[in-house]
């Protein structure tokens, strides 16, 4: 009788320890399976960087949209580490930042020949497609002088070079006709010049107020 009731005793005590390594063995397999999603992740470009504009305003991007910004470009850290953006000046232009990434990662980028590169060079720019200008300037279409300023800033200090171009030409546009007057409007500018000044300048520069 003892010997009957020992053998399940025998029995369970190996179930347990045949339980435990199989517990141990899942783990492992549980762990090596996680390794090759996140690596299958980064490769598909899921793994995500958290930024912080200056007001406080946190927004996740994809590690692939962020190669878009020279200063963000290679940075290896976690999605629960946030990156503080001081020069970003608040929520609203974090996103703009964001969504010009996000459209132009995800875009693909048009080669082409210098013209005027010299004979059997294979000099090749980037130009993107003309739907893609168009997005371009929708996106900063509408945008306040305050905003187009932070923008600029933005741009200019994560040296993202396509943004900062359209953000410049948007700024050309506001100010193309206008006169020195209605740019000073447009832009919130005060002229701090004593009328004995600004004659001076006229007549120095008399071409750059011609209105």
């Not at 082409?112 to 980037?126: E, F, N």
């Given at each position: 009788m003892e010997?009957a009731k ?6 369970n005590g190996k179930?347990?320890e045949?339980?435990?390594?199989s517990?141990?063995?899942?783990g492992?397999v549980?762990?090596e399976?996680g390794k090759?999603?996140?690596?299958a992740?980064?490769v ?5 960087i ?5 007001d406080?305003?946190?927004?996740c ?7 878009l910004s020279?200063?963000?470009?290679g ?5 629960d ?11 609203k232009?974090l996103?703009t930042?964001?969504?010009y ?9 048009i080669g ?6 010299a004979a059997?060079s ?7 497609s003309e739907?893609?200008?168009?997005w371009?300037?929708k ?7 305050d905003d ?21 030409q948007?700024a050309?546009?506001?100010i ?6 209605q740019?000073?409007d447009t832009?919130n500018?005060?002229?701090?010049l004593?009328p ?5 300048l006229?007549q120095l ?5 011609d209105?």
């Amino acid at each position: 009788m003892e010997a009957a009731k020992g053998a399940p005793v025998e029995e369970n005590g190996k179930g347990a320890e045949g339980a435990a390594g199989s517990d141990e063995e899942m783990g492992e397999v549980a762990s090596e399976k996680g390794k090759a999603v996140e690596e299958a992740k980064e490769v598909a470009g899921v793994k995500t960087i958290t930024l912080q504009s200056a007001d406080g305003v946190e927004r996740c991007v994809s590690a692939v949209a962020a190669e878009l910004s020279m200063v963000l470009s290679g940075t290896n850290a976690c999605a629960d580490t946030v990156i503080p953006l001081p020069n970003v000046a608040t929520g609203k232009t974090l996103d703009t930042v964001i969504e010009y990434c996000i459209k132009h990662a995800a875009e693909p980028i048009i080669g082409y020949s210098d013209p005027s590169a010299a004979a059997g060079s294979s000099s090749v720019g980037t130009l993107v497609s003309e739907d893609l200008e168009k997005w371009d300037r929708k996106l900063v279409e509408g945008l306040s002088a305050d905003d187009l300023h932070d923008l600029l800033i933005a741009a200019n200090y994560l040296g993202i070079n396509g943004l900062l171009d359209v953000v410049c030409q948007k700024a050309a546009d506001m100010i193309k006709g206008k006169t020195t007057q209605q740019i000073r409007d447009t832009f919130n500018l005060t002229n701090d010049l004593t009328p004995a000044d600004e004659a001076e300048l006229r007549q120095l520069y008399a071409w750059a107020f011609d209105e």
